[in-house]
């Protein structure tokens, strides 16, 4: 049995109805096979979530990377990245993020380490702009980061399913981010 075939059906399922909620019978049943021949290729369903959260990050990266847009303004890279970090925590879904966090902790630290990267990503433009004086220079730019990515999780862990608003109230967020951040030209 193929691994990459497993995970597939995994994301699916867990996408549908969440890690917890999903057996090895689930699993077994979708992929017409035996619960003996689902274990010849995975010890347990915690190495099938880490693989599916594996799997899920380094799509991620490999997108986010794909997005880096030299040339562009800071203000265009914002929101590209913006987009990006809402399309991907969309994509992970509310019931998925918190079936991960409780229940399969080696499968979180995926997810954190990866957060983790966003956050540092997003520092990294956030100190680029207050060189160039794009941003004003007293604004801490980690916590900053860890500000933006930790209001995009808090209101995925709340999301009622609708993505609409969420794309929305977080689009708001970036402009009042960005807004909040530059120099006052005025003055």
């Known amino acids: 049995m193929e691994k990459g075939r497993i995970v597939k059906v995994c994301r699916h399922l867990f996408g549908k109805w969440g890690v917890h ?7 077994a049943g979708h ?7 689902l274990y010849k290729a995975y010890d347990n369903k915690d190495a099938i979530v880490a693989d599916v959260v594996r ?24 929101s590209i990245f913006n987009e990006f970090i809402v399309n991907q925590a969309l994509a992970l879904g509310a019931v998925l993020l918190y079936d991960i966090r409780k229940y399969y902790p080696s499968a979180y630290q995926l997810v954190k380490q990866h957060k983790h990267e966003m ?21 801490d730019p980690m916590l900053s980061a860890e ?23 977080q689009s708001q967020f970036l402009d009042l981010m960005l807004n909040g951040l530059k120099v006052n030209q005025n003055s």
């Open 21 to 27: 909620r999903v057996t090895m019978d689930d699993v």
């Open 31 to 37: 992929l017409g096979v035996s619960k003996k021949t």
């Open 55 to 78: 799997q899920f990050v380094e799509e991620s990266r490999l997108e986010l990377k794909n997005q880096k847009t030299c040339g562009r303004t800071l203000a265009a890279r914002f």
């Open 119 to 139: 956050i540092v990503y997003l520092n990294d433009l956030l100190v680029e702009g207050q060189r160039s004086g794009t941003f004003r220079s007293n604004i």
């Open 147 to 169: 500000l933006r990515i930790n209001v995009l999780e808090w209101d995925i862990m709340r999301a009622d399913h609708d993505t609409m608003p969420i794309k929305f109230k």
